[in-house]
């Protein structure tokens, strides 16, 4: 069975400061990690990928994961945070193929 | 150019109502999918087609209903409307079931 766990639901930063969203998921097979963000009222976009590849996957926007097996961890960073950075935020895993498995999401806000 | 279309963005209706929102996609995907996101953001997956197939079908009220006539398009159609339908509809395609998966913009249904 797969599942994921975003293990903030809120994360505030300064602007200019790192950011680091946590997101640990359960997978039976191999794992294809996502994360998504969508800003206020609009759809879900996609930051990033892991597909099994390099371990250390970067994104749109400056944003980095890395996938960590020994941990089950994907968490997603960002060296300096941005006030376009205020969004919500989506862990997603498949394996087996049917479907993704969404987080609960995780608001950032970013202070100025 | 708009990658996955839905229509309308906004749905305001009376409880026992019946209405469709319909969703396109132009990226020439075989896999298409509708989500329902919560008021507080959560994301449930209701259906997913693949080559016009039904492949996923969630717990979902039998008063929903997808149809999808071609690969390009998955809609939704919505009979004798509850209040607890209020929510925002996202539809998104993928190519295959383990890729990443392309959002539409969503619609907000509120249902009076």
């Known amino acids: 069975a797969q599942s994921v766990t975003q293990l903030d639901s809120h994360v505030s930063v300064s602007e200019g400061t790192p950011v680091l969203l946590r997101c640990n998921y359960s997978s039976s097979y191999s794992p294809s990690l996502f994360w998504y963000v969508q800003h206020p009222n609009k759809g879900l976009q996609l930051l990033l990928k892991y597909t099994s590849a390099a371990t250390l996957v970067k994104g749109i926007n400056g944003f980095e994961a890395e996938f960590k097996k020994s941990e089950t961890s994907f968490h997603l960073t960002k060296p300096s945070a941005h006030m376009s950075d205020a969004a919500e935020y989506f862990c997603?895993?498949?394996?087996?193929?049917?479907?993704?498995?969404f987080g609960t999401g995780t608001s950032l806000t970013v202070i100025p | 150019d708009t990658a996955v279309s839905q229509t309308p963005k906004y749905l305001v209706t009376q409880m026992g109502n019946d209405k469709s929102i319909k969703c396109e996609q132009n990226l020439g995907h075989d896999t298409m999918y509708w989500y329902k996101q919560d008021s507080k953001k959560f994301l449930k997956i209701m259906f997913s087609?693949?080559?016009?197939?039904?492949?996923i079908n969630e717990t979902v009220p039998n008063r929903f209903s997808p149809k999808s006539p071609d690969k390009a398009h998955l809609n939704l159609h919505i009979n004798s409307l509850e209040l607890g339908d209020s929510a925002v509809y996202f539809c998104?395609?993928?190519?295959?079931?383990?890729?990443?998966?392309?959002f539409g913009p969503g619609t907000r249904l509120t249902v009076l």
């Open positions: 998104a395609s993928s190519q295959g079931r383990r890729s990443e998966q392309f």
């Open positions: 087609y693949n080559n016009k197939e039904l492949i």
């Open positions: 997603v895993v498949t394996s087996t193929g049917n479907q993704f498995y």
